[in-house]
Structure formats: C-alpha cells, structure tokens
C-alpha cells in the first residue's frame, strides 16, 4: 500500500500540488522543488514550534537562505490584526523581500495568518502550507482563503491567496490532541454531507479506526477531502457559485463561535452542531428526510463532536448570523441538504429563520 | 473640442474603464452603469468631504441603496491600519456585505486605503476610484495598486485590486490647493520622463498653462498620462517587469518621505526631487546626456518642485534605500533613463549607491 498521494489542484489564480503522506514536511527533495526563495519566514504557534520547528529547520538547511521564525501564542483568538502586525514586524526587521517565502506550520489559525500575510506583505508574496491539524489537512490549508477575524466577525479581513504548495504531513496526527482530531474529523463529515456519500458511508463504517489514528484510515479521508476540495475550488475559486457548498454548517458554526467568544468551541466543534442545525433545517423545509438527519447527527456524536448547540436568546441568534459575511442583502444564506452527499444553497429572511429555531426548539419565544 | 475621454484598462484580472471629463462623478448615467450595488460606502477625507460630498450622494440618490460614507483625517500620515480599521468598523456597523460597492473620494491617500480595505473586506469586494488630486487623476487612481503603510515603509502591506471604473473628473482640480497641483504634475513629468518624449515635450511648452489649471492643458496631461499608464499596467499587472519602470524616481522619493516622516514633504514632492537623483545616477552611470538631465531638473524647477533633497548621512539613505520593497536580495533597484522617454532598470549594492551619493554630493563622507 502506497501511503503518499499528489493532488493538483488547479485553480483561475494558480496550479499548485498537495502532496499527501508521512514526513513530506522533512523531504529535502520536496523543498529543492518548492523551496525557491532570497529567505524563508516561518509562521508556527508555541505549542507547535517545539513539536516540528528544528526539524523543518534542518530539511530547509540545504537551501542555504536566511531562515527566521516566528512563533505566535495558540488558538483562534489570536488570528487578528495584532498577530498579522506582529508578523509584519518580523519581516521587515529580517528585510523580507518580494523573493522571501513565508512557511506556514501549524493548524488553520496559523495557515488562515500567514495566508492573509503572504497575500498582503509588499502587495502579495509567496507561501506554502504545512498543515499539522487535521482540520487544515483536509480543509483549510487548500483552497487559497485567507483571513483574520474581526471583533464583529469572524474572517471579515481577508485575500484569496493560493499557496505554492501545500505539504500535507499525516505524521503530524499522531501528536495531535483528541480534541483537535474531533474537530477536524467534523470537516471531513461535513465533506462527506455535501458532496460525497461514499464518504459518508466509509466515516460511519470507521469512525473507531479514524479515532485510533489508523494511518490508512487517515489517507483515505485526507485524500477524499482534497479531492473534494481541489475539484470545487478549482471550477470557483472565489466563491461565486459551487464553493458556498462547502459551508454547510457554517453559518450556524460560526454563529456559535462568536456568540460563545473564539476559541471557547474549537472550529470544528462549532461545525459539528452547526451541520446538525443545518440538517434541521433541511428537514423543517422539507428537504431532507429525517433518517438521513439522524444519520448525521448520529455521526456527529460517534465523533466526539457536540450535536446541540449552545441556547442563544433567538435575538442574539439572528444578529449573529444576519452579520455572517455569508448574508446578503438583508437575506440570510444557508446550506441545505437535499439528501446525504447533495447540498444546495437556500436564502432565508430572519423572520423565517425565527420561526424554524422556535419549531426546532432551539430558541424560547420572545 | 470633446473634452471627454474614455480609456480601457485591460489588466489580466480586469477591464475596466477610466472615464476623464469633466463633472463625470455626478453623472447619473455613469452611476446607474457602474454603479450596481447592495449598498454603497463613501470613503472620503475631511477636506474633500465638504466641497463634493453632498453632490456624490445626490448623484447615488436614483440608485436606491443604503449610502454610508466614513470621512477620514486628510494626509499621508493617516494611510495605516488605524484608518483602515475605521473604515472596517463602519463597514460591520453598517452591515456591509459582498455586494457593497467601496466608492473611495479624495487622492492617493484615500485611494489606496479605500482600495486595500476593498481589497480585502470578506476576501475583496468591488471598488470605484473618484479622484480628486491630479496625482491621484494620473497615476494612483489606476492600476489597481492599494495599500497601506507601516511605520518601517511605505505601501508595505497592500494587494493589487482593479477598481470597477474611474471617474477622474477634472473639475475637482479646480479647488486643488497649488501645491497639490504641483505634487501631481510631478508624475506626469515621470510618465514623460520615462515614457513619452512627446508629453515631456508637451510640458516643456505648456508648464504655465497647466499651473493656471487650463482646462484643454489638464485634460491633454491627464489622458497620455493615463494611456501610458494603462498599456503598462495591461501588460504587467503584478510589476513582474515593465510596470517596474513606473517607479522612476520612486526608490529615492520613498527613502525622502519616509527619512522625514510621512507627510512632511507631499508624495509628488519627493518624487521630483527623486526623479532629479535618479537623472543624476543616470548620469554617473553614463547611460544619460547631461542636458537631458538638465533638461529634467529645469523642468521639476518650472512645476515648483523641490530638485533638491534634504541632506541625509550617507548611512539614513543606504538604510532607507535598502528597507524599500523594491529591494531585492540585497540589492536595490533603480528606474534610470537611457534618454528622455526611455527607462530601464539597475541593480545596484549599497556600496555602489554610496559612491555615487559622494560622487554627486549629496552626503558628506563618514
């Protein structure tokens, strides 16, 4: 069995390769191919740094460019202006150039900065992304968002910005806390959910492998998830169509991680509770049937995910969704489920979204 | 005489039109054309607000959408992240999302900081460039250059971003205080300098009736200006290589801006006082005539610009030079001319920029 996989994924902006399997991050032959550069600048966290940051030093030895590194403090309330300034900072003190290439090693947070850094610095240098989550493995480290969160919202500042490359290395899951392992298992339900249900039906037959770590079972959903992934981003890469798909769960998701203050739900558990919602409300519009709902909230929970969200008042769930960058024109937007892996996108007025949280009920009345 | 212009701009990423006459920002035609929006936000400055504010949202008045305008401090001083961060403030507030239309009102300063918040509000939404300085009317306005500055550099942090249109509505120059009349002529002089000996010609005849602010004589700077500077850019959006020579006079006017601190002399000011330096290093490097240089001092002279820079130790101008974004490697670069209409770029190593810095005399030796 051939543990290593390449995808391309071929987008209007650029053709870029994510190459899947153990130990890419170290390959001193992927860097030669990649590694072009007058420096390099690593953008890593404090928990991740200690874990991979040496080692990635020393595959980068060969090239024999400056290398700086910069470590910021984890987690999701960290990815704002002050840690992008931060970064900044660093560069111009090490006189970054246009010909510097940033290296993102860490999870989303660090990916989704050093994303939005790499598109900003001097109108726009180079990256690539080493994802050491299993959320950024299978989501966020492909595709080209970029973002920092804004107090009012979460990526309200951001580019699409491809990465040069993206150097998946599943080695990485082995270190990495349960908790974050649930929460990247999310997306790739969530992938799964909108787009494939062979994918689904493999995670409902796995999940106690996935949950072991077994690598097989990690490269085979890695790989389902890129190539998900590589295929929508690359027909819509700035989201004016098919790509919205992929935010199934997500307006509620996001709703709950900001109601609840970043960083108090991780991402993906937000995701979790946020894809039940969403399948309610597939359901409430006669759209989806409810075995297959309970076949995804089921999921949900044999992933260690929450599938109840928290009890918002309902005033506070429409702000919090009607200020979602997905809203548009006073319309709330919504990903649906017309059956396990077929997804559309279906518009909602707060009033309609009023009634369906109290039918749900989720929210008490007024 | 018509004295309306339009002018394609074909970048890879965008066409778009620059539309040159005169009263074309209260033009409900070119609004209800380009105008298409969820809601539209004004970003202007304190000193343009009063004299072309109110006529700007009558003339928004037909469109029927939700107007906010957010008026900033005036001046390049104001073109960093605290500002930005304003305008993304009243953005959120107001509800803002994909569909909203950025108009930004004002010179550069606006222009880029509307354009870089546009650039990068929820990953890039639509723009329109009013300017209102003649800087702005032919250079900044087009291209698609946005930015902000850090306190290490100018424009250090930016994207590149096409607006939707330009309307340059030479009537605005009227109420142009002298020196920033002066301050734009500066670029048009560049834009001969490097690329037209005709314009340069033109200036050379025309410099009176261009600081009365003759109508025919703007209108006759502004479109070879914007010509020169659309073929450019249409080939080499991202200044991979032609667009470089636009920044004639760039390398020393920014380290003259910035050794003072931003503000102190105008961006145009620098820039002719850059330009002559630049004509000098030409010199030095045997690829000008010593009349042409003569001729290019004379005419920054003619416009009232300073052809002279402020007298820097040899060490503030290599660190200032060097921390530039057109450094690369190590090295700095430099637009320099062949002739008057003909530029091309250098490389050169601190050590070499001292020499000729002694060489010319602009810095006694350490």
Redesign the interface.
Known sequence: MNLERTIEVATASRTYPVVIGSGTFERRDLWQKYGRA?SIAIVTNKTVAPLFLDRLCAALQPLQVPVVSIALDDGEPYKT?ASA?KI??AL??A?C???TLIVALGGGVVGDLAGFVA??????IDFIQIPTTLLALVDSSVGG???IN?P??K??????HQPRAVLADTATLQTLPLRELRAGIAEVIKHGAMASASLFTYLEANMTRLLARDPEALLKVIEESVLIKADIVGSDE?ESGERALLNFGHTFGHAIEQGLGFGTWLHGEAVGAGMVLAGKLSVYLGMLEQSDLERLDSLVMRAGLPSTPPDFPPAVWLDLM??D?K????EMRFVVLDGIGRARVVNQDSKQVLKFLLAAGLTEPA
């Open positions: 007058s202006w300034s900044f900072d111009i003190a006189r150039d246009r010909d598109a900003t610095y001097q109108r726009g968002k970029t973002a804004h009012a919202g990526n309200m500042i951001g580019a699409f700035r009607a200020g960058k809203s548009r024109g006073g």
